[in-house]
């Protein structure tokens, strides 16, 4: 992006986009389905990729002063963006946050919220490291799966951290450690994204046999690639309610197959919603409130969205 001295009229924000020291990659009107798996939705006004704490300290403080809406964007693994876009800044975390480290001797992994969860979870099987197995196949970054404490089997990601460095809402978005016992957490839930902006989080594993690490990770991942449609989805679209299945509650409506424009209710697993056919988003949105509506009447049970919704 080429820069040059900001207007005099200019707001914070189209000042920070052209000032030298702001180190990011600014899109406009950037297609959101380049950036999620559902590969629909609308444009982004903005799509920023900033590549230091600094910088995404500048742009935070920016939006808050021009009244920009902001949202954190990291592989689009559980998010819809309707047909209109999102009229604010859509970020997603660069170079400095897509950084990972491992101490051996203490069997510690440190890794940036940029960072692919998939990419984590192969690190700590490479090195003989047991506890990120549940995350086998998860997508998504390190940033995402700790704002909705990602994971599978009764097990997620705050299970297994010992602190999450954020930028502090509540105190100028200032870099701030936190430990595990510092935020609340639980299934498909986690309170760090009511404190600040995830940066960075150290997690504590355990030493283990690698043949055993091996047969485990295998059995998991031939699991869910049997029993989860690939295509272009978002995962599980619902949370499931205590003591069921999501699933198993609209298959039993009757929604297995089910089809709204190109988005349908999965054969082989109901509670995915797959884009099969270049769905809108509309599309994709129609059927969770028919699965929701269904499953309602049918059974008294409101199913709570897993996916996040963007611009709707």
């Not at 690190?123 to 998504?140: D, H, R, W, Y």
Request: with cysteine; hydrophobic share 35%.
């Amino acid at each position: 992006m080429s820069h040059s001295q900001a207007p005099k009229h200019a707001n914070a924000l189209s000042a920070l986009f052209l000032d030298d020291s702001f180190d990011c990659e600014v899109l406009f009107n950037e297609p959101a389905s380049r950036h999620t798996t559902y590969h629909c939705g609308g444009p982004f006004k903005f799509f920023c990729t900033v590549n230091t704490i600094e910088s995404l300290q500048k742009l935070l403080r920016a939006c808050d002063s021009t009244n920009m809406p902001f949202f954190m964007i990291g592989k689009g693994s559980n998010l819809l963006v309707s047909d209109e876009g999102f009229d604010g800044v859509a970020c997603s975390l660069g170079r400095d946050f897509r950084k990972v480290n491992i101490d051996e001797e203490k069997c510690l992994i440190t890794a940036g919220a940029g960072v692919s969860f998939a990419k984590v979870s192969q690190l700590a099987f490479n090195n003989m490291l047991s506890g990120l197995e549940f995350a086998v196949g998860i997508p998504g970054t390190v940033g995402g799966a700790l704002g909705m404490n990602a994971g599978t089997g009764g097990v997620g990601l705050c299970d297994v951290i010992s602190s999450v460095s954020i930028l502090d809402i509540n105190n100028d978005y200032r870099l701030k450690k936190i430990c595990k016992d510092d935020f609340n957490f639980g299934y498909h839930y986690s309170e760090i994204q009511k404190m600040g902006i995830a940066v960075e989080c150290e997690i504590e594993l355990k030493k283990c046999k690698t043949w055993d690490l091996k047969v485990h990770m295998e059995e998991k991942l031939k699991k869910r690639n049997k029993t989860q449609p690939g295509g272009h989805n978002c995962g599980s679209v619902f949370k499931n309610p205590e003591g069921d299945s999501a699933g198993r509650l609209i298959e039993q409506a009757g929604l297995k197959g089910t089809r709204i424009g190109g988005a349908e209710i999965s054969e082989l697993h109901a509670n995915f919603f797959p884009n099969v056919d270049n769905a809108k988003s509309q599309d994709i949105m129609d059927l969770i409130r028919l699965a929701q509506t269904e499953v309602k009447e049918k059974f008294g049970v409101l199913l709570e969205p897993e996916v996040q919704f963007l611009g709707f």
